[in-house]
Nanobody, 129 residues
């Protein structure tokens, strides 16, 4: 399984970016995705996740209402739409996916780094003030 994140860059505060993560290697529908980020000198933190149904989303408090996670199964791609960006959102953003275990379905979702099986290399987002 390979994940390739893209879409990062330099943006002014208040601006927007859309990150993409292309997933290859297995049937995309057998994964549930999430985004994490790691700011300089800090740990990698949860940003957003989707449930197995894809109909429910979950966000870190700091991004709730500004970021949107979504998936396109036909394109095997996960997206993170980021609006009203702030300088403190500067970080390397990582996409991750979890393979389905027996019995996992519905509205279950996951926010721990250890709960995801595969990771992309990250894409840098820099927000200037």
């Amino acid at each position: 399984v390979q994940l390739q994140a893209s879409g990062g860059g330099l943006v002014q505060a208040g601006g927007s970016l859309r990150l993409s993560c292309a997933v290859s290697g297995r049937t995309f529908s057998s994964y549930v995705p999430a985004w994490f980020r790691q700011a300089p000198g800090k740990e990698r933190d949860f940003v957003a996740a989707l449930s197995w149904t894809g109909r429910t989303t979950y966000y870190a408090d700091s991004v709730n209402g500004r970021f949107t996670i979504s998936r396109d199964d036909a394109k095997s791609t996960v997206f993170l739409e980021m609006n009203s960006l702030k300088p403190e959102n500067t970080a390397v953003y990582y996409c991750a996916v979890r393979s389905r275990r027996t019995g996992e379905y519905g509205s279950a979702w996951y926010k721990g780094r250890e709960e995801y099986d595969y990771w992309g290399k990250g894409t840098l987002v820099t927000v200037s003030s």
